[in-house]
């Protein structure tokens, strides 16, 4: 489900480096010799934290726009939603995938509407009054357009987004001042590399949309304590309790992995899978599922035999966007046969158990009686993310706490 733009009031007004969220509030999540505590309310319920993060959080990372899968040819190109902006993705000559800011140089049209097919020509035309553009972004013609006699083309190239593809995603830093991205991720590329999924292809997409904030969703997805519960059916095939959270690293990201439960081979709701481990892996990565949320928007849940990702979009304080695709290898979805249910069947309704869970805790953290409310040690991943969250909203964004 998406929602046109039009139903999103934002204002772009300035906002403030440090988020309207009271200090000492943050100062209990963030204290140290604590297993640390939520966010206070404000964090999830508030017009101007949410402004303020679409600011500070979303424009200053790298947010994930999506698969690249379609964007291959020369010419290629899709409008995207990037936070609270919007990017013309488009493959130049050179094979290289470049974003542009969705706006004409001439008089700000859209050069294509969000959300829109993906389509291929050689240029880009600008459908108000015909500005062509080349795929590196420089004006090519203005037609019918009597310039005044200092007008330059080369001063009226469409303006530049930095655009990065990693395993086959495209990653958009909208603000243009993060770390590179393999600092941002600083540490995460041994738990992706040996999966390969830049050589995956989208098996399956469904989206949701949810009456809960964009990080009770990457809180919900850090911890497994909830799922004795909530999962009846996750806990046949994988114990809540096994495996570990990767802590100590640099980068903006926040996950672990847990165990397979024999005999099951993959997260299905029997267990079984109707393909073979990918290709890459070896030893304990064909037993374990890798849980990984990348700041601020995207969750990579690598499995031994496919891939599944959620891509959160922030609609309004207590509403979010939720993308989820599985990822299959070429090989397996072009067999005759190939079912890729057992992987989504299982996550559909693993999803809509999670949804409900954040949803009731969207309506309790709006209650008069809610207060920030403790972790365990079994919740040091949803701490280390509220903690890296609280740590932005004191010093203006991103940074190690
Ligand atoms: S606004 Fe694009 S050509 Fe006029
Ligand atoms: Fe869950």
């Known amino acids: 489900v998406r929602a046109s733009r039009a139903a999103v009031p934002t204002v772009k007004l300035p906002v403030a480096a440090a988020a309207p969220v009271d200090a000492a509030a943050l100062a209990r999540v963030l204290a140290p010799g604590t297993t640390s505590c939520m966010l206070p309310a404000a964090a999830y319920l508030d017009d101007g934290v949410l402004a303020w993060e679409r600011t500070h959080l979303f424009a200053k990372a790298w947010v994930c726009a999506g698969r690249a899968d379609d964007l291959g040819a020369v010419g290629a190109r899709r409008a995207v939603e990037v936070g609270d902006d919007a990017v013309l993705l488009v493959r130049g000559e050179d094979g290289?995938?470049?974003?542009?800011?969705?706006?004409?140089?001439?008089?700000?049209?859209?050069?294509?509407?969000?959300?829109?097919?993906?389509?291929?020509?050689?240029?880009?035309r600008c459908p108000y009054h015909g500005w062509r553009y080349g795929l590196d972004g420089a004006l090519l013609a203005t037609p019918h357009f009597e310039a005044a006699a200092d007008f330059d083309r080369s001063g009226h190239a469409l303006v530049p987004v930095r655009t990065v593809e990693w395993h086959g995603w495209v990653m958009v830093n909208a603000g243009g001042g993060a770390a590179p991205l393999d600092e941002f991720l600083a540490g995460l590329e041994p738990h992706v590399v040996d999966h390969e999924p830049e050589r995956l292809a989208v098996g399956a997409t469904h989206s949701y949309e949810l009456a809960a904030n964009w990080k009770l969703v990457i809180e919900n997805y850090?911890?497994?304590?909830?799922?004795?519960?909530?999962?009846?059916?996750?806990?046949?095939?994988?114990?809540?309790?096994?495996?570990?959270?990767?802590?100590?690293?640099?980068?903006?990201?926040?996950?672990?992995?847990?165990?397979?439960?024999?005999?099951?081979?993959?997260?299905?709701?029997?267990?079984?899978?109707?393909?073979?481990?990918?290709?890459?892996?070896?030893?304990?990565?064909?037993?374990?599922?890798?849980?990984?949320?990348?700041?601020?928007?995207?969750?990579?849940?690598?499995?031994?035999?496919?891939?599944?990702?959620?891509?959160?979009?922030?609609?309004?304080?207590?509403?979010?966007?939720?993308?989820?695709?599985?990822?299959?290898?070429?090989?397996?979805?072009?067999?005759?046969?190939?079912?890729?249910?057992?992987?989504?069947?299982?996550?559909?309704?693993?999803?809509?158990?999670?949804?409900?869970?954040?949803?009731?805790?969207?309506?309790?953290?709006?209650?008069?009686?809610?207060?920030?409310?403790?972790?365990?040690?079994?919740?040091?991943?949803?701490?280390?993310?509220?903690?890296?969250?609280?740590?932005?909203?004191?010093?203006?964004?991103?940074?190690?706490?």
């Open 96 to 124: 290289v995938l470049r974003g542009f800011y969705d706006v004409c140089r001439h008089r700000a049209h859209e050069l294509a509407p969000c959300g829109g097919a993906t389509t291929a020509h050689r240029s880009i």
């Open 222 to 401: 850090q911890e497994c304590l909830h799922c004795p519960s909530i999962h009846p059916e996750l806990c046949r095939v994988s114990p809540s309790t096994s495996g570990e959270n990767a802590l100590g690293h640099e980068g903006f990201w926040v996950g672990g992995w847990q165990d397979l439960l024999p005999p099951a081979v993959t997260m299905s709701l029997t267990g079984e899978s109707p393909t073979v481990p990918l290709p890459g892996l070896r030893g304990d990565a064909r037993r374990r599922i890798d849980y990984l949320g990348l700041l601020p928007n995207l969750l990579v849940s690598l499995h031994p035999d496919y891939v599944m990702t959620h891509r959160i979009e922030p609609l309004a304080p207590g509403r979010t966007a939720v993308e989820c695709q599985w990822l299959f290898a070429p090989e397996d979805l072009e067999r005759p046969g190939f079912d890729p249910s057992f992987a989504v069947d299982f996550w559909d309704l693993t999803n809509r158990q999670d949804w409900a869970a954040c949803e009731s805790v969207q309506r309790g953290v709006s209650s008069r009686g809610f207060r920030q409310g403790p972790f365990s040690t079994a919740e040091d991943a949803v701490a280390q993310f509220v903690r890296l969250v609280a740590r932005a909203y004191q010093s203006g964004g991103w940074a190690r706490c």
